[in-house]
């Protein structure tokens, strides 16, 4: 796990800051990582990652720094992320699901100041339980935590026999993302297009079980999932 750690230390080192080709290359990087060689051990089951999305933001504090030697972070892609004080590879719950941090250098008495702090990490949004897609951000922090007995969610080494081709796409619903200009354009969000040669058919994903008022029972049903960024 140490190349790994040492990529969630420093993520964006040597990256420049409005260079989409290189930050998409970096987050591309750490997405294969989990892809093929990390998993989420929750109780007796293993979840391996089929769908991540990056969030970082960076901005030193404008008395303390030369910003021609330490270039910030300051572009829309960070404007969305959770403040937090994490380790390295730490979980992080939050009102939209779970993350892996980054290294965090975030004071709580200076949160007032929103030119202060380096924080983020990556958004777990879909998860593969088998063969079985676990789509959504919400869903997938679900179906890990109630998974667990004893312990909580763990990051583990998996080395798996089938290798993944990770793709690069938009994130989910960040105007942000979307409104960005052509030739720019930052793809924050990674998925498995293949696993081991095979398309990974992001149509069929996990059912869910709902409450069927009108006829008072239980029913399966196929949950509903913006899958159409990925065809860019």
Request: aromatic fraction near 14%; charge should be negative; hydrophobic fraction near 30%.
């Amino acid at each position: 796990m140490e190349n790994l750690m040492k990529l969630l230390e420093h993520p964006f080192d040597s990256v420049k800051q409005g260079n989409a080709e290189e930050i998409n290359a970096r987050c591309k990087t750490i997405a294969q990582m989990l892809f093929d060689n990390y998993c989420i051990k929750c109780g007796n089951k293993f979840f391996r990652f089929a769908e991540v999305e990056f969030y970082y933001y960076k901005r030193e504090c404008a008395g303390n720094t030369n910003e021609t030697e330490t270039p910030n972070f300051d572009v829309e892609w960070n404007k969305e992320t959770y403040p937090r004080n994490k380790n390295a590879g730490d979980f992080f719950f939050h009102y939209s699901g779970m993350d892996i941090c980054f290294q965090s250098h975030f004071d709580d008495s200076k949160k007032e100041n929103e030119d202060f702090g380096e924080f983020g990490g990556i958004l777990i949004r879909s998860i593969l339980d088998g063969d079985q897609i676990l789509a959504g951000p919400l869903f997938c922090a679900n179906a890990m935590l109630n998974a667990c007995k004893e312990h909580m969610p763990k990051l583990m080494r998996a080395d798996y026999k089938k290798n993944v081709l990770a793709e690069n796409t938009t994130r989910c619903g960040i105007n942000a993302d979307k409104n960005q200009m052509e030739g720019s354009k930052l793809l924050l969000c990674c998925y498995a297009a293949q696993v081991d040669g095979t398309k990974l058919d992001w149509t069929k994903t996990s059912e869910k079980i709902t409450w069927d008022k009108n006829n008072r029972f239980f029913k399966k049903t196929t949950r509903n999932y913006e899958y159409e960024r990925f065809k860019e």
